[in-house]
């Protein structure tokens, strides 16, 4: 006998329908899988064998083949076990598989008939909205997540015999729906006020800039100035994730191991800071045979922290350019090639020597010429020039530690300010999410005409200090941005001149 379910595999961030085809039929004892399972698969013929046997079924005595289609995909992972038991109690005539049509099935099984938890639930969700299917059918550990996805039933079992009760008809399970608003009430984000930052008024001025506009940031200075307490203050003044962009940062962590454990809505910005001993693949992502996102990929719509720049292997800091170029990384492997979104605003820190203190007021450095040169080239020109704003991080006096003055406006009120600069590039764009860090050149031409003022000190700023085309266009995105946050629609001298001491530090920097 045939029996035929509808499962769904993950590649990426993407869920892709696999059809699960079990024939059983008379004769020698056999089970066979085709279709090309990877090894993970290829063991769920034992998993299957036992679950069905330890919850009370029968396991067919002749020959029984597993086909799981298309053909020409490989198919990785545990969530096929479920679909492959039904399909064996379907075909085995212990199973009314009419029912199974309608639904999408994933889920690993353990010996005893357990369902456990798999990873990309929020993606097979979409999936079977796609596929016009009326739900989908998971473990109980991942419905939280899949039930944020609205005009699909999310039917949560708890083990074989659970799931074969559902579609046999004689167990009614009210489908899962996810209460985003209570998620969103219940949800705890500990906001770093950037109030708590002593001084360094100018260095908050850019990480407000570069909110507003979604900018690259480099800030340089000696150890212990506040460098890191500042990276981690940033999400605090970005604008709350809207849904759209919960549910796209979601899929990413779904099907990210161990990342998201628990969680069925990422609902603020991500924050993400690996240690300088990170891979390349960790960075950016991929794997020999299942691919995962990196950290560039689960900091989108967020913040990727690099502390110690210098310190990073420098194949691992030369990847960074496509993503920031393009907003995702294209991963190609000799199993698969895919594609991972990947926008985020960049916050890297380093030290201004070896030893930190060449610019310190009063530790003297010890590093000669050649240290601080070599310090220095481990960092390319070519993604220097990809951060939009370059800021000094100087040490601080004693009087500003012990400062009663208050430190500059809360979080709360940069986020406000933050909020109006971004609406009105969004209203620029007719309601589409393009923030001035990623104006396309025809955009630039059209938001970011200059006066003649404003046109000859850029021009004067080019000439004396070699920029680049690149480095000319991020500073007229930065003084975009500047304009935004006083709501002018004009890019005035002043907003040149601003943004022309964000792009200074390179040169000072990087000659010994």
């Known amino acids: 006998m045939l029996a035929r379910i509808q499962s769904s595999a993950v590649i990426g961030i993407q869920a892709f329908a696999v059809a699960v085809e079990v024939d059983a039929r008379p004769g020698m004892f056999r089970i066979r899988m085709v279709g090309l399972p990877d090894a993970a698969v290829k063991e769920s013929e034992e998993r299957v064998h036992s679950a069905i046997r330890n919850s009370g079924f029968r396991f067919p005595s002749g020959n029984t083949i597993v086909n799981l289609a298309p053909a020409d995909m490989r198919k990785q992972g545990g969530a096929l076990d479920l679909p492959i038991g039904l399909g064996v109690l379907a075909a085995s005539g212990q199973l009314n598989g009419e029912r199974m049509t309608e639904y999408l099935v994933a889920g690993e099984l353990a010996l005893d008939g357990t369902v456990r938890a798999v990873t990309g639930a929020?993606?097979?969700?979409?999936?079977?909205?796609?596929?016009?299917?009326?739900?989908?059918?998971?473990?109980?550990?991942?419905?939280?997540?899949?039930?944020?996805?609205?005009?699909?039933?999310?039917?949560?079992?708890?083990?074989?015999?659970?799931?074969?009760?559902?579609?046999?008809?004689?167990?009614?399970?009210?489908?899962?729906?996810?209460?985003?608003?209570?998620?969103?009430?219940?949800?705890?984000?500990?906001?770093?006020?950037?109030?708590?930052?002593?001084?360094?008024?100018?260095?908050?001025?850019?990480?407000?800039?570069?909110?507003?506009?979604?900018?690259?940031?480099?800030?340089?200075?000696?150890?212990?100035?506040?460098?890191?307490?500042?990276?981690s203050r940033l999400p605090g003044i970005l604008p709350e994730l809207t849904f759209e962009e919960a549910l796209e940062t979601t899929r990413i962590y779904s099907v990210a191991p161990n990342v998201n454990a628990g969680k069925s809505l990422v609902l603020h910005r991500p924050f993400r800071s690996p240690h300088h001993t990170s891979t390349t693949v960790a960075i950016t992502g991929g794997g020999a045979n299942l691919p995962v996102p990196g950290e560039v990929s689960l900091a989108h719509n967020g913040v990727l922290f690099l502390d110690e720049l210098p310190e990073f292997n420098r194949a691992a800091l030369e990847v960074l350019r496509q993503p920031l170029?393009?907003?995702?990384?294209?991963?190609?492997?000799?199993?698969?090639?895919?594609?991972?979104?990947?926008?985020?605003?960049?916050?890297?820190?380093?030290?201004?020597?070896?030893?930190?203190?060449?610019?310190?007021?009063?530790?003297?450095?010890?590093?000669?010429?050649?240290?601080?040169?070599?310090?220095?080239?481990?960092?390319?020109?070519p993604?220097?020039?990809?951060?939009?704003?370059?800021?000094?991080?100087?040490?601080?006096?004693?009087?500003?530690?012990?400062?009663?003055?208050?430190?500059?406006?809360?979080?709360?009120?940069?986020?406000?300010?933050?909020?109006?600069?971004?609406?009105?590039?969004?209203?620029?764009?007719?309601?589409?999410?393009?923030?001035?860090?990623?104006?396309?050149?025809?955009?630039?031409?059209?938001?970011?005409?200059?006066?003649?003022?404003?046109?000859?000190m850029l021009e004067m700023a080019v000439v004396?200090?070699?920029?680049?085309?690149?480095?000319?266009?991020?500073?007229?995105?930065?003084?975009?941005?500047?304009?935004?946050?006083?709501?002018?629609?004009?890019?005035?001298?002043?907003?040149v001149s601003e943004a022309i001491q964000y792009r200074s530090l390179d040169k000072e920097y990087m000659v010994a």
């Open 122 to 231: 929020l993606p097979m969700a979409i999936t079977a909205r796609e596929m016009g299917l009326r739900g989908i059918v998971l473990p109980a550990q991942n419905v939280e997540e899949a039930g944020v996805v609205e005009g699909v039933d999310v039917i949560p079992v708890a083990d074989l015999h659970h799931a074969h009760a559902f579609f046999e008809g004689s167990c009614d399970i009210a489908p899962h729906r996810t209460d985003v608003s209570r998620i969103a009430r219940e949800a705890h984000n500990i906001v770093r006020d950037l109030r708590d930052v002593k001084g360094q008024a100018h260095v908050k001025r850019a990480l407000t800039v570069a909110a507003a506009g979604a900018h690259n940031v480099l800030m340089i200075g000696p150890p212990g100035t506040g460098k890191t307490m500042l990276a």
């Open 325 to 381: 170029e393009e907003g995702q990384v294209h991963i190609r492997r000799a199993n698969y090639s895919i594609a991972f979104p990947s926008r985020f605003m960049l916050v890297v820190a380093m030290n201004p020597c070896p030893c930190g203190c060449r610019t310190h007021p009063q530790k003297p450095c010890r590093c000669s010429a050649g240290d601080i040169q070599r310090y220095m080239a481990r960092v390319s020109g």
């Open 383 to 456: 993604l220097l020039d990809r951060i939009d704003i370059h800021v000094d991080v100087p040490a601080l006096r004693f009087e500003e530690l012990h400062s009663d003055n208050g430190d500059g406006p809360s979080s709360d009120e940069v986020r406000a300010q933050v909020q109006e600069a971004r609406d009105r590039q969004r209203a620029r764009a007719k309601g589409r999410h393009v923030w001035n860090a990623y104006l396309e050149t025809a955009q630039m031409r059209k938001y970011c005409a200059l006066d003649s003022d404003a046109r000859d």
């Open 464 to 495: 004396k200090m070699g920029f680049s085309a690149r480095a000319h266009d991020k500073v007229l995105r930065v003084a975009r941005t500047l304009a935004d946050l006083e709501g002018l629609e004009h890019i005035a001298a002043t907003h």
